[in-house]
């Protein structure tokens, strides 16, 4: 049974940072590409940043949404079956539930989501 465990999300200023968090389970981890979505409210979920296992190209590649790059970074854990998403100065539209997604050749798989609210 696949699972996705997100967690780091909160309140924070704006010009602040959060870190996410999501350990996966019930996959084989580091042969798997991950990914963070959002969805404010109103709005269809986006994807927010990808990270490739790394096992074709010899190391990760990663790609951002244009919204976030050079404020976000992706990154894994394959040992602790992690991926995160380091969020710097972040700002009030930033805000929305985010979501880790991972899929292989049965499905696609979210988590329950974390909210992080950008306060102006």
């Known amino acids: 049974q696949v699972q996705l465990v997100e967690s780091g999300g909160g309140l924070v200023q704006a010009g602040g940072s959060l870190r996410l968090s999501c350990v996966a389970s019930?996959?084989?981890?580091?042969?798997?590409?991950m990914g963070w979505y959002r969805q404010a409210p109103g709005k269809q979920r986006e994807l927010v940043a990808g990270?490739?296992?790394?096992?074709?190209?010899?190391?990760?590649?990663?790609n951002y949404a244009d919204s976030v790059k050079g404020r976000f970074t992706i990154s894994r854990d394959n040992a602790k079956s992690t991926v995160y998403l380091q969020m710097n100065s972040l700002k009030p539209e930033d805000t929305a539930v985010y979501y880790c997604?991972?899929?292989?050749?049965?499905?696609?798989?979210w988590g329950q989501g974390t909210q992080v609210t950008v306060s102006s």
């Open positions: 997604n991972t899929i292989n050749a049965l499905g696609q798989y």
């Open positions: 019930g996959i084989y981890f580091s042969i798997t590409d």
């Open positions: 990270i490739s296992s790394g096992i074709i190209t010899s190391g990760s590649r990663t």
